[in-house]
Nanobody, 125 residues
Framework: QVQLVESGGGLVQAGGSLRLSCAASGGILNNYALGWFRQAPGKEREFVAGVDWSGDITHYADSVKGRFTISRDNAMNTIYLQMNSLKPGDTALYYC??????????????????WGQGTQVTVSS
């Protein structure tokens, strides 16, 4: 059984930074792309960032490009999301996701096999 456990969320002022982590277990996860999605109150869940199976290729939503950085450590079965220059509009529940495919861009389009339970990020103005 695959498990994805997020951590690192919290309350931060606008302009601040947070680093999210997602520890994955329960399968041959190195063969799959991983990523982050978020859902704000009253809005649909949206793609944030993806990283391919190797960790070499990344893909971002336009809204976070240049501010967020996704990375993965396959030895630790963990992915990270470094979030800088945070804005109140980044406030959401952030979910880790195991993609159906191996590509970073495919995290957005290929569907998700497993979700984490989410970690809350709140950015105050």
């Amino acid at each position: 059984q695959v498990q994805l456990v997020e951590s690192g969320g919290g309350l931060v002022q606008a302009g601040g930074s947070l680093r999210l982590s997602c520890a994955a277990s329960g399968g041959i996860l190195n063969n799959y792309a991983l990523g982050w999605f978020r859902q704000a109150p009253g809005k649909e869940r949206e793609f944030v960032a993806g990283v391919d199976w190797s960790g070499d290729i990344t893909h971002y939503a336009d809204s976070v490009k240049g501010r967020f950085t996704i990375s993965r450590d396959n030895a630790m079965n963990t992915i990270y999301l470094q979030m800088n220059s945070l804005k109140p509009g980044d406030t959401a529940l952030y979910y880790c996701a195991l993609s159906r495919g191996r590509t970073a861009q495919g995290v957005r389009t290929n569907g998700v096999l497993f979700w984490g339970q989410g970690t809350q990020v709140t950015v105050s103005s």
